[in-house]
């Protein structure tokens, strides 16, 4: 039996890569097909993209993402979703 259960990941003590950031939003897909889903959601919220284009250490062609650009992220998408075997 899956359960799903939400947890906040406190990335306050350093960048992550976007690779990592991505499976945990969308595990059930590959790792570049993870990376294209969450590079789609940004590119659809506006709201969220203006918000990561605005800080100043933002580049979308970056490999990782600042504790600030994931606060962000959290912010409009929620926590990622983790599921385990209990």
């Known amino acids: 039996m899956n359960n799903k259960e939400q947890v906040t ?3 306050t003590i ?12 969308y595990p ?3 790792e ?3 990376i294209n889903a969450l590079s789609r959601t940004i590119r659809n919220n ?3 993209r203006k918000s990561l284009e605005a800080l ?10 600042t504790p600030k650009e994931i606060e962000i992220i959290q912010t409009f998408l929620g ?3 983790v599921s385990w075997k209990k």
């Open 14 to 25: 350093g960048c992550i890569g976007k690779h990592n950031l991505a499976l945990l939003y």
């Open 9 to 11: 990941i406190d990335f």
């Open 32 to 34: 570049k097909a993870a």
């Open 79 to 81: 926590p990622p979703t």
């Open 46 to 48: 506006e709201e969220l």
């Open 28 to 30: 059930d897909l590959e």
């Open 56 to 65: 100043p250490s933002y580049n979308k062609f970056s490999h990782s993402y």
